[in-house]
């Protein structure tokens, strides 16, 4: 079974995760949450479902690795490869994202007077 979540901030950020759940079994998704702080609030924020505080806790790290120019699956092995996460297959797609351009010419750019400056 696949499960999608759409893990989104508010701004222009986001990502779409598929978790195949026979991969990331339900063991071994709150294994995963269990590593990490928090894990029992990540777990309430996540309506008591491991895959979807496995998802929240796979969305930074992911996003992060987009923004440094990986591959949505190159994102996904050097998740693989990070402390507190299994090894090789994790059962984890990103599907779709979207992450702001930081491209220089994307900038509102203005000068500020002197005056408006600060030290």
Request: aromatic fraction near 10%.
């Amino acid at each position: 079974m696949k499960k999608k979540f759409k893990i989104d901030n508010g701004m222009e950020i986001s990502i779409v995760l598929e978790i195949d759940t026979d991969k990331m079994t339900s063991e071994l998704a709150k294994e995963v949450n269990d590593f990490w702080s928090y894990a029992d609030y990540v777990l309430r924020a996540s309506d008591g479902c491991v895959f979807q505080a496995v998802a929240r806790r796979a969305a930074g790290p992911l996003l992060g690795f987009l923004m440094d120019g990986y591959s949505p699956t190159e994102a996904v092995m050097q998740l693989s490869e990070q402390e507190g996460w299994p090894r090789d297959e994790i059962g984890i797609t990103i599907i779709d994202h979207e992450i702001p351009c930081f491209d220089a010419d994307m900038y509102d750019v203005t000068e500020l007077d002197a005056q408006e400056q600060k030290p």
